[in-house]
């Protein structure tokens, strides 16, 4: 995810700043719920996953957010009709979820899936601590 700065709106009171974070997470949880449309991902050199893994770009421009989307989309799908209904659903969640103004979403279709194909998972980025190690003393 790239992004720079956050997006906000003003209330009565002052202003509420949005992190890019929380805007890739109504993006990937609005998108878990499509049918015909799976994240793409962004893979770095030598085929590596991008530091989260997701590839969704933010641009925040006077608090208003505009989105890039990679996405693999089911074989058969009729992309304009249903590309146009997922905007249209992103826009939605995301000023619902986080009260931005959206500026656009631009939705990149990447690669087509068949509709058997198990869902990529993408790298974890859990960290587990090491194993604790039992020092036993040495014999001289």
């Known amino acids: 995810m790239a992004a ?10 002052g202003r509420v700043s949005v992190a890019p974070e929380i805007v890739e997470r109504v993006v990937v949880d609005e998108l878990r719920s499509s049918d015909n449309f799976r ?21 925040f421009v006077e608090g208003r957010v505009a989105v890039t989307l990679p ?10 009709r249903e590309a146009r209904e997922l905007q249209g659903k992103l826009v939605r969640a995301i000023a619902a979820g986080t009260g931005l103004e959206v500026e656009r979403i631009t939705i990149e279709v990447h690669q087509v899936f068949e509709g058997d194909e198990p869902e990529p998972s993408a790298p974890s980025h859990d960290v587990k601590p090491p194993e604790p190690v039992t020092l036993q003393p040495v014999e001289a």
Request: no cysteine; hydrophobic share 25%; glycine share 22%.
């Open 71 to 80: 996405v693999h989309v089911r074989f058969s799908t009729k992309i304009r």
């Open 39 to 59: 994240l793409g991902g962004s893979r770095g050199e030598g085929g590596f996953f991008s530091r989260r893994g997701t590839g969704i770009r933010m641009e």
């Open 4 to 13: 720079e700065g956050n997006g906000y709106f003003e209330t009565d009171s």
